[in-house]
């Protein structure tokens, strides 16, 4: 059974950065997509960014150029690092690990999505 728990979540004003870590333990196949997703309040679940095995890198329209997304093969950690943060970005941040689909369809299909592992999330809060 995958386990994923994310820490580094916090309150920052705007223009602030935030690094988000994700460990995961359990048996993760080396084809797995493990990506960040977030949930704003009233708002639908969003992909933010994934990492393929092949190294690859996928990022919301809506990141692209303040986050970057990276791995930690040898202690099984994902980092989210946040620059630029702005209040829009205000979200209960969650990492996750797909079933094999690639990062592409499981940032992006929201039943793609539900089939992988979760962790319980980490809140990110940027004023204004």
């Known amino acids: 059974q995958v386990r994923l728990v994310e820490s580094g979540g916090g309150s920052v004003q705007a223009g602030g950065s935030l690094r988000l870590s994700c460990v995961v333990s359990g048996y993760i196949d080396s084809s797995n997509c493990m990506g960040w997703f977030r949930r704003a309040p009233g708002k639908e679940r969003e992909g933010v960014a994934g990492i393929d095995s092949d190294g690859s890198m996928q990022y919301a329209s809506s990141v692209k150029g303040r986050f970057a997304i990276s791995k930690d093969n040898g202690k099984n950690i994902l980092v989210l690092q946040m620059n630029n943060l702005k209040p829009e970005d205000t979200a209960m941040y969650y990492c996750?690990?797909?079933?094999?689909?690639?990062?592409?369809?499981?940032?992006?299909?929201?039943?793609?999505?539900?089939?992988?592992?979760w962790g319980q999330g980490t809140q990110v809060t940027v004023s204004s």
């Open positions: 996750a690990v797909d079933e094999g689909l690639g990062c592409i369809d499981f940032l992006t299909i929201p039943s793609a999505a539900d089939t992988g592992s």
